[in-house]
Nanobody
Framework: QVQLVESGGGLVQPGGSLRLSCAAS????????VGWFRRTPEKEREFVAAMSRIGGTTYYATSVKGRFTISGDNAKNTVYLQMNSLKPEDTAVYYCAAKGIAGIFVARSSYDHWGQGTQVTVSS
């Protein structure tokens, strides 16, 4: 089993920055990668970013590339999402998820374990 807990969400003005954290516990050695997704009431949960545990390869949605950065600390079993130049359309509940070796990185179905989410609101 893998348990995931997100933190760091909050209210920020357009153009501001925020850093999210995803702390993992349990059988973390069984996870191949960790990804970030986001959801609004009117939109389907969409892929944001992901990082493999071995090699540190990163993947980004085109809507956030150049503004968001995913990083991790395996010793702490924690993955971060640094969000810069935030826009109102970035407002959503953000989830982290653990992925096995199978499946593409952008697909929700590729991930086996999910956190409870943290709210990010970008507004003036």
């Amino acid at each position: 089993q893998v348990q995931l807990v997100e933190s760091g969400g909050g209210l920020v003005q357009p153009g501001g920055s925020l850093r999210l954290s995803c702390a993992a516990s349990g059988r973390t050695f069984s996870s191949y990668a960790v990804g970030w997704f986001r959801r609004t009431p009117e939109k389907e949960r969409e892929f944001v970013a992901a990082m493999s545990r071995i090699g540190g390869t990163t993947y980004y949605a085109t809507s956030v590339k150049g503004r968001f950065t995913i990083s991790g600390d395996n010793a702490k079993n924690t993955v971060y999402l640094q969000m810069n130049s935030l826009k109102p359309e970035d407002t959503a509940v953000y989830y982290c998820a653990a992925k096995g070796i199978a499946g593409i990185f952008v697909a929700r179905s590729s991930y086996d374990h999910w956190g409870q989410g943290t709210q990010v609101t970008v507004s003036s």
